[in-house]
């Protein structure tokens, strides 16, 4: 398997910055290596949880790995954010197309020349009353029409057409939710059919070893 070398650009006075990863071949190829989890969940990998989050994150009946879903349909997945461990649900809501036009206040220039943005709509909910607030939904990306992953934007900052934003204050409760957009893109000829979700939480935190070696996928 070969991945392109990704490529960090800061893009404006306001912070913004972007990786870009070329595809991959295969679904274990999926998560581009210059990818991590948004900060809290990063500060939170070596944080133990307490024992109630333990007892919530043990409730919770996962979605076996490398499932395949359709548009639509809910994977529950184990989830930590600073001492608090427990469980999401992730739903693929819808894909939208954009246009190139659409990535210029994104300012990656040749890079992403002839690609097409897509935005992908998902609901994020709490499925274990698990303290999740201002936490974000970490790493997905966009699947073309073959399976394989399309090149992956992050963006740090706000971006119109796509806001992943985070849970909030209120993501405390079971039932909770809240929506996210995840931008990906198609190179010339291609389109995103499908999206793929690997975090970093998903591969680590379920009690099975081998869990997360394979993401779940929507198309």
Not at 56 to 68: D, I, L, P, V
Not at 147 to 167: A, L, M, Q, R, Y
Request: hydrophobic share 35%; charged share 15%; aromatic share 6%.
């Amino acid at each position: 398997m070969r991945t392109a070398m990704p490529v960090v650009l800061a893009v404006s006075a306001t912070a913004m910055a972007f990786a870009l990863s070329g595809c991959s071949s295969s679904s274990e190829g999926s998560t581009p290596a210059i990818a991590t989890p948004p900060a809290s969940s990063a500060a939170a990998s070596s944080a133990a949880p307490s024992s109630s989050s333990a007892a919530a994150s043990s409730a919770a009946e996962y979605t076996k790995q490398g499932t395949k879903l359709k548009i639509g349909e809910k994977a529950v997945v184990p989830f930590k954010s600073q001492k608090n461990a427990g469980a999401i649900g992730v739903t693929v809501t819808g894909i939208d197309k954009g246009a190139e036009a659409d990535l210029a206040p994104l300012k990656l220039g040749d890079r992403a020349k002839g690609m097409t943005p897509y935005y992908i709509q998902v609901k994020v909910t709490n499925e274990t009353g698990s303290d999740f607030s201002y936490s974000s939904l970490g790493l997905m990306n966009g699947l073309l029409a073959d399976g394989t992953s399309g090149p992956h934007v992050t963006v740090i900052g706000k971006f119109e057409k796509c806001d992943s934003g985070n849970s909030g204050k209120a993501f405390t409760t079971k039932g909770a939710s809240y929506d996210s957009c995840v931008l990906a893109l198609a190179p010339a000829g291609a389109e995103v059919k499908g999206a793929s979700y690997s975090a970093s939480t998903y591969r680590d935190l379920a009690p099975e070893t081998d869990y997360g070696k394979d993401a779940v996928t929507w198309q």
